[in-house]
């Protein structure tokens, strides 16, 4: 009974508290409506819209492409003369001229036919080209006048009509991976003494590697006067001792030999088989192949 009375009382205080009656309506599901929110977003997004049109004054308007068109930025990268990213820098600069006349357009789309003068000089665009080749041996990568050795490019003429170059050097009894293209960026990138990517190389030694010695060139060699990193080096598996497996970042063979002629070892035989993240497999001796998309991508990023 008291628990019942204790109930009626709490319900009972409600008709005088300074609250409306339920039976009146409560204002709280009067400010509930959706119809006024529901036109903020759109007016909103219409504001987002009106900003980013307005941060693109140079936006070119949207057509449809055809098939022999060519973007801007892009016609001067395939030039050679330098990136679509620093290509847009120039465009916005004023510096690009099409059929004589300043474009500051970004996404400018360029027809056949029309000239594209860039900081003064006609471009005259190529496609990049990037072909990998297993080296056999007995080419050379030499292009000196009067020398006995075949070279390299014989093996690729047929590839492309582009004038490509090998990236990197190598003699006739070097075999393995050689990359050709016409990206001149990439050439010397790949030319740098300081460049990240590794290259694997198989070595025919013409006797045992000591251990002692291969724990030596693992620390590091010293050729004249400069430090060499040695990513890697072991015996390989099911081998011979003077069969070794050689990690480091140098695309240039002649440092390959000398490490080991430092230690008193003659080489017989240099076989690169990993070329930054390239590798030979079903690529048969002789034989080459042009990279896929993701590769060159890959290549770019190192």
């Given at each position: 009974?008291?628990?019942k009375e204790?109930?009626?009382?709490?319900?009972?205080?409600?008709p005088?508290?300074?609250r409306?009656s339920s039976?009146?309506?409560?204002?709280?599901?009067?400010?509930?409506a959706?119809?006024?929110k529901?036109?903020?977003?759109?007016?909103k997004?219409?504001?987002?819209?009106?900003?980013k049109?307005a941060?693109?004054?140079n936006?070119?308007?949207?057509?449809?492409?055809?098939?022999?068109?060519?973007?801007?930025?892009?016609?001067?990268?395939?030039s050679?003369?330098?990136?679509?990213?620093?290509?847009?820098?120039?465009i916005?600069?004023g510096?690009?001229?099409?059929?004589?006349?300043?474009?500051?357009?970004m996404g400018?789309m360029?027809?056949?036919?029309?000239?594209?003068?860039f900081?003064?000089?006609?471009?005259?665009?190529?496609?990049?080209e990037?072909?990998?080749?297993?080296?056999p041996?007995?080419?050379?990568?030499?292009?000196d006048?009067?020398?006995?050795?075949?070279?390299?490019?014989?093996?690729?003429?047929?590839a492309?009509?582009?004038?490509?170059?090998?990236?990197?050097r190598?003699d006739?009894?070097t075999?393995?991976?050689?990359?050709f293209t016409?990206?001149?960026?990439?050439?010397?990138?790949?030319?740098?003494?300081?460049?990240?990517s590794?290259?694997?190389?198989?070595?025919?030694?013409?006797?045992?590697?000591?251990?002692?010695?291969?724990?030596?060139?693992a620390?590091g060699?010293?050729?004249?006067g400069?430090?060499?990193?040695?990513?890697?080096?072991?015996?390989i598996?099911?081998?011979?001792?003077?069969?070794?497996g050689?990690?480091?970042?140098?695309?240039?063979?002649?440092v390959?030999?000398?490490?080991?002629?430092?230690?008193?070892?003659?080489?017989?035989?240099?076989?690169?088989v990993?070329?930054?993240g390239l590798?030979?497999?079903n690529l048969?001796?002789?034989?080459?192949?042009?990279?896929?998309?993701?590769?060159i991508?890959?290549?770019?990023?190192?």
């Amino acid at each position: 009974m008291n628990n019942k009375e204790g109930n009626n009382k709490r319900g009972g205080s409600r008709p005088n508290s300074s609250r409306p009656s339920s039976n009146k309506p409560k204002p709280p599901m009067a400010k509930r409506a959706q119809g006024p929110k529901k036109a903020k977003p759109a007016a909103k997004a219409a504001e987002i819209d009106e900003t980013k049109v307005a941060k693109k004054p140079n936006q070119a308007p949207k057509r449809p492409k055809n098939a022999d068109e060519i973007r801007l930025n892009k016609y001067i990268s395939n030039s050679g003369v330098c990136s679509r990213r620093d290509a847009d820098i120039y465009i916005q600069s004023g510096n690009v001229k099409v059929n004589g006349i300043p474009v500051v357009e970004m996404g400018y789309m360029v027809k056949p036919g029309d000239v594209v003068n860039f900081d003064g000089a006609t471009l005259t665009p190529e496609k990049k080209e990037y072909i990998l080749l297993n080296k056999p041996k007995n080419f050379t990568t030499a292009l000196d006048e009067g020398q006995e050795d075949r070279n390299v490019l014989e093996l690729v003429r047929g590839a492309t009509n582009s004038k490509i170059a090998a990236v990197g050097r190598m003699d006739k009894n070097t075999t393995g991976l050689l990359l050709f293209t016409n990206d001149t960026d990439m050439i010397r990138k790949f030319s740098l003494p300081n460049q990240k990517s590794s290259k694997i190389y198989q070595v025919s030694l013409d006797k045992n590697l000591k251990y002692e010695d291969l724990e030596k060139i693992a620390k590091g060699v010293t050729l004249d006067g400069h430090r060499l990193f040695v990513e890697e080096i072991s015996y390989i598996e099911n081998e011979p001792k003077t069969e070794i497996g050689l990690k480091l970042r140098t695309s240039n063979v002649k440092v390959v030999r000398a490490i080991f002629e430092n230690f008193k070892y003659d080489v017989l035989r240099i076989d690169r088989v990993a070329f930054a993240g390239l590798t030979k497999k079903n690529l048969p001796r002789g034989n080459w192949r042009f990279l896929t998309d993701q590769e060159i991508i890959n290549l770019k990023n190192v």
